[in-house]
């Protein structure tokens, strides 16, 4: 019975001494999670202080740094280069507020101008990259707001009197003493835009939600695509950095999606398939030279159905051959050219009226390929010399159709079935329904959508305001499947959605899929838009991907000379990469701060917010450029 008696009193030893372990493990566990809340609790706050102080003091510089983050509590790495010397960036020298990289003027001479290839994009050379800050005008003033800002820009932003001189009759612009105001007029719509926009309308179903993006190509001021937006269209306005000075920079101040670019001999940097409408007024591309080459690029950037406008030289021409100075056969013979190139591209012409005319693209290459077994020019190309319609950066436009996705059903679009807008924006896109896009399905479309639903949430703790409006012209520099701009639609901005030509994943016929607008861009070089003509720019993991590409800090210096002075950037990426680009940032005037990812501070990916601050060049004869590494 001893022995009995023993062995119970071990038995009940060990389970004391097991429940001992268990309830302190279990304090620790507890404790270390209240102490993990409290620290994501205090991490937003800290740059709620700091976008305060930006806001009460807007013109303060750089200098006045954030209260430090400690990292090393929540990712145990020591971060020994937050305690390096910053480098103090130097304004450029004011003759370069202006500056367009890759659209240089001066540059562009050395090249051939045949094809308008000295307007197309000629970047620096190495020995020709400026290490300097673009200066703002001085009395640069913030713009406008959304949407007085369709009607109205400060002179001193853009002080260009040339448009109210040349095309003061056409009402594209007038001054009106400190400022410039747009009538929405144009050189083929004197009653306005808005009535010009009508009169399509009335021709085809303009408004009911299937037609969603445009191109509007040579757009002088965007007045076009400015009206368009009041009916739910975003268009992608376009021009060259020509005599007509600042059409572009015009658009853009007015928070109107523009570009620089020109139709040469390169695609332009969009995907097929891409847009609703293509629309010219008086563009004067010469749309039946080169064989229709032009007209093939159109082509390709049209969605199957698709529309293209016309007005301007030579339509309506027997009305207007005087006043345009060229004689009636000239011009019936462009107008036939037209009509022929649109007919070999398989285009049917939907009506002209007054001094409009529309084609439209069919909405598959069933019966086009019956038509080319009798006239194969041009001919549909063919994969090895189209492998990859969507690519588009730096390549040499094609003497031929781009080939349409198969179908058997002559009734059926190609590109698959869009929603209507705004259904289209969260809809899954068909490119991905068809696979086309490796590893990307419909379940991880939506859950990204999910992923930017939370995201933009914490966003408006961080920079709030984003929920003020206080951002109309945004730039998402990796915009993968176009989840951040999506997330954003119901605000009153828009997103110019860029994917890098590196990006392992092309998905940018995806994002115009679902109604958003974007471009390609290689980020080792300049984009292809004036300084200061964006209010916010957004990067998720842009300078991991770049950097064992280029310098990182060209690419901070772009992205200072595109955004406006206090504006707000964004950035998504490993701390040990956000911490090399704070360090860049600070010496660039930037107020920043790193606060933790939504998720809390155990996630190794961490948020770089940064406010550029207010400051403006001062007229000097000293060259500051500072052209060195």
């Not at 119970?8 to 372990?21: D, F, G, I, P």
């Not at 000239?330 to 084609?359: M, N, T, Y």
């Not at 901005?493 to 390609?520: C, D, F, H």
């Amino acid at each position: 019975m001893a022995k009995d008696n023993t062995g119970l009193h071990h038995q009940t030893e060990a389970r004391r001494k097991k429940l001992t372990l268990v309830l302190g493990v279990s304090g620790l566990c507890i404790l270390f999670y209240v102490l993990g809340a409290w620290q994501t609790s205090n991490v937003p706050a800290s740059y709620s202080k700091l976008g305060c102080e930006t806001q009460s003091n807007p013109s303060s510089a750089s200098s006045s740094e954030s209260a430090d983050l400690d990292f090393k509590s929540h990712n145990q790495v020591e971060f020994k280069e937050r305690n390096l010397t910053i480098k103090n960036f130097e304004p450029c020298d004011l003759s370069l507020s202006e500056y367009t990289p890759c659209e240089d003027r001066q540059r562009g001479r050395r090249f051939d101008r045949n094809m308008m290839k000295y307007r197309e994009r000629h970047c620096p050379s190495k020995d020709e990259l400026l290490y300097c800050l673009i200066p703002p005008p001085p009395n640069y003033k913030i713009p406008f707001k959304w949407p007085q800002s369709r009607d109205y820009a400060w002179y001193d932003n853009i002080p260009h009197k040339e448009l109210s001189v040349e095309k003061a009759v056409q009402n594209w612009i007038q001054v009106e003493g400190d400022r410039f105001r747009f009538p929405g007029g144009g050189t083929m719509f004197p009653r306005g835009a808005d009535a010009y926009i009508d009169d399509i309308a009335r021709l085809i179903p303009l408004t009911a939600g299937g037609i969603r993006t445009a191109i509007d190509t040579g757009c002088g001021v965007a007045s076009f695509g400015a009206y368009l937006l009041k009916r739910d269209i975003m268009a992608v306005s376009f021009a060259p950095r020509d005599t007509h000075e600042a059409q572009v920079q015009f658009a853009l101040e007015r928070g109107v999606p523009a570009i620089i670019g020109i139709m040469g001999s390169k695609r332009l940097p969009y995907p097929a398939r891409a847009f609703d409408l293509a629309h010219c007024s008086r563009c004067l591309i010469p749309w039946f030279k080169n064989e229709g080459l032009y007209l093939m690029e159109v082509d390709r950037v049209l969605r199957p159905g698709g529309y293209w406008i016309l007005s301007g030289p030579p339509i309506n021409w027997k009305q207007y051959w005087r006043g345009w100075e060229r004689t009636e056969e000239d011009l019936k013979k462009e107008q036939d050219s037209i009509e022929d190139v649109a007919k070999s591209l398989c285009w049917k012409k939907v009506i002209e009226k007054g001094d409009l005319a529309i084609w439209r693209k069919p909405i598959n290459h069933i019966e086009c390929k019956k038509l080319k077994q009798n006239n194969n020019s041009p001919p549909i190309c063919t994969t090895s010399d189209n492998n990859n319609a969507d690519f588009a950066w730096y390549k040499d436009l094609e003497s031929c159709i781009t080939p349409l996705p198969e179908t058997n059903n002559p009734e059926e679009s190609s590109d698959g079935a869009l929603e209507d807008w705004p259904d289209r924006a969260f809809a899954v896109p068909p490119r991905i329904i068809r696979g086309t896009i490796q590893d990307i399905n419909a379940e991880k479309f939506r859950e990204d959508n999910e992923v930017w639903k939370e995201r933009i949430a914490y966003y408006k703790k961080i920079v709030p305001e984003i929920s003020h409006g206080r951002f109309r012209n945004i730039m998402d520099m990796n915009a993968y499947l176009g989840g951040f701009a999506a997330s954003m639609l119901k605000y009153p901005s828009w997103t110019m959605n860029v994917v890098p030509v590196v990006a392992e994943k092309q998905t940018l016929g995806v994002i115009y899929e679902r109604g958003l607008i974007g471009t390609y861009q290689d980020w080792c070089e300049g984009f292809s838009t004036y300084p200061r003509t964006y209010d916010m720019i957004h990067a998720g993991g842009l300078f991991s991907l770049y950097e064992n590409r280029c310098d990182l800090t060209l690419i901070l210096l772009e992205m200072d000379r595109i955004l406006r002075p206090e504006g707000t950037v964004v950035m998504r990426d490993n701390v040990e990469t956000l911490t090399k680009v704070e360090r860049i940032a600070k010496g660039m005037k930037w107020n920043t701060q790193i606060v933790d990812h939504e998720k809390g501070p155990y996630n190794p990916e961490k948020i770089l917010v940064a406010v550029k601050s207010y400051w403006t060049g001062q007229p000097s004869n000293n060259n500051n450029n500072n052209n060195n590494n």
